[in-house]
């Protein structure tokens, strides 16, 4: 055991702080051991901000109930609780023994072990298996964690093939703690991680998913998405991702995306490994969206994302912006460099009515999803062009004026220059009944008249659309 004096206290906010001292008074004061474990300790010595804090302790869930007035049995037959501090939880769990692992995710029994040492060598990596005394400011390490910190290695406790045949989610949970320290894997651990590739597969898709779901907060997303990659592990939750897997230049331009877009929703995030596994180079719009569709429900069903998620994400690979930018992108880049005033100023209107037609069939509620999503689609065309060194490929690509056709026109519709929704118009369908409209004629005419006003934004007027109605329909 390496045990050194070390005050790490002064890291811990202040209420947490407070919390934490009134758990381990209370314990103490009843003739028992308690100190800090886990991920929190390892995150105070790298100075990384920490939002809880975990305990273990030689005491009994049943003993805890005595000692603590307000508690949450949340897995008692484990050896946990929350213990509440001015309705704050902190976690305690009794020291523990782990029995077979048979299911490679769970123990199949769990006995209260007798001292922390038994009890730290369970865990998993070594960098979250020291212990913390608070009062004594006393830092406890049986396993060499204070070593692999300093060295930034991410190593098992153990022997890894043991580590990962009992636990198929710990190997996702190194990758994902490798890239977020941005730490390297000891080698005999990651050589286990492809030799556990049939307990891996255990883990059930949702909690793959709630891993992922945490990577949204890593910078050097890549880091995590390549080791998955280089351990079978991407294979086994992306199966039906066929490029991704197999191709080299499919997966490097996804990481770049994913680097570059730092995505901040579980849908965008997510779309750009369906865009990457079948976009095309020549068309920002994925073309085979009967492929898409068919793939993303096979996808979804089985990794059981949330439906709010998965219609955010359907709706950005299928995004009317996609598929104006492919008139409109195409219009720019072919766009001459002596084109005079008039034809400039006629070229920017068309496109501004292709990007309104867009928005008009996006809920504004996502538009904010669907420019950034299409301001990386942009930005992936914009590299691929940069690659480009045809003798043909002579045109700077047109990413800003692109980029700012789009953006220009969202500004204008939130300063309430013109209309895009039917519920805009300034006229409605029992306006039409005294024209003398009925049934679907109604709906029809309505989506005419929107047409009319986004070509003319002027014209949004109960007497001019009258008139237009008179005269053409």
């Not at 009992?166 to 894997?185: H, K, S, T, V």
């Not at 050097?220 to 992306?238: E, P, V």
């Not at 920017?348 to 301001?375: G, Q």
């Not at 942009?378 to 004026?401: C, G, V, W």
Request: hydrophobic share 35%.
């Amino acid at each position: 055991m390496n045990s050194i004096q070390i005050d790490l206290t002064d890291r811990i906010p202040e209420f947490l702080l407070k919390a934490a001292m009134y758990v381990e008074k209370k314990l103490r004061e009843n003739g028992f051991e308690v100190y800090l474990v886990g991920g929190s300790v390892r995150d105070l010595i790298l100075k990384r901000n920490i939002s809880d804090l975990d305990f273990t302790t030689n005491a009994h869930p049943a003993q805890m109930k005595k000692i603590f007035p307000k508690i949450i049995p949340v897995g008692e037959k484990f050896g946990t609780i929350l213990v509440l501090y001015h309705g704050r939880p902190i976690e305690v769990t009794t020291y523990r023994s782990d029995g077979v692992y048979s299911d490679g995710r769970r123990p199949e029994t769990v006995s209260f072990g007798h001292s922390l040492e038994e009890d730290v060598m369970r865990r998993d990596f070594t960098i979250n298996g020291m212990a913390y005394q608070l009062s004594g400011k006393l830092l406890i390490d049986h396993v060499g964690g204070q070593n692999d910190i300093e060295a930034g290695i991410i190593r098992t406790i153990g022997d890894p093939m043991a580590r990962f045949r009992e636990d198929g989610l710990r190997p996702i949970r190194g990758c994902r703690m490798m890239a977020n320290l941005g730490f390297r894997f000891d080698p005999d651990t990651e050589a286990a991680m492809n030799k556990n590739i049939g307990i891996i597969a255990k883990v059930a898709p949702e909690r793959f998913y709630d891993e992922w779901k945490k990577t949204l907060k890593i910078k050097s997303k890549h880091d995590y998405w390549n080791a998955l990659k280089r351990t079978g592990i991407f294979g086994l939750f992306f199966p039906e991702f066929k490029h991704l897997n197999f191709e080299d230049a499919k997966w490097n331009n996804l990481m770049q995306a994913i680097e570059h877009s730092m995505p901040r929703n579980m849908a965008v995030y997510t779309a750009h490994f369906f865009y990457q596994e079948f976009g095309e180079e020549n068309s920002y719009a994925v073309v085979n969206k009967e492929g898409v569709k068919n793939l993303m429900k096979v996808f979804f069903d089985r990794n059981r994302f949330p439906l709010k998620t998965q219609k955010l994400c359907a709706s950005l690979l299928t995004s009317p912006l996609l598929e104006a930018l492919d008139t409109v992108g195409h219009r720019l880049g072919r766009q001459a460099k002596d084109q005079n005033p008039g034809e400039q100023d006629q070229q920017h209107l068309e496109n501004s009515v292709y990007i309104k037609k867009a928005l008009a069939n996006i809920d504004p509620c996502d538009w904010m999803s669907h420019l950034r999503f299409t301001k990386e689609i942009l930005y992936r065309h914009h590299l691929q062009h940069k690659r480009d060194t045809s003798p043909q490929n002579d045109r700077p690509f047109a990413y800003d004026e692109i980029l700012g056709e789009i953006i220009g026109v969202m500004r204008d519709y939130r300063r309430k220059k013109f209309v895009l929704y039917i519920n805009e118009l300034d006229i409605d369908g029992n306006d039409l009944k005294e024209m003398g409209f009925e049934g679907k004629q109604i709906g029809s005419i309505l989506h005419t008249v929107l047409d009319y006003v986004i070509y003319n934004p002027d014209k949004n007027r109960r007497e001019d659309i009258k008139k237009f109605i008179k005269s053409n329909l």
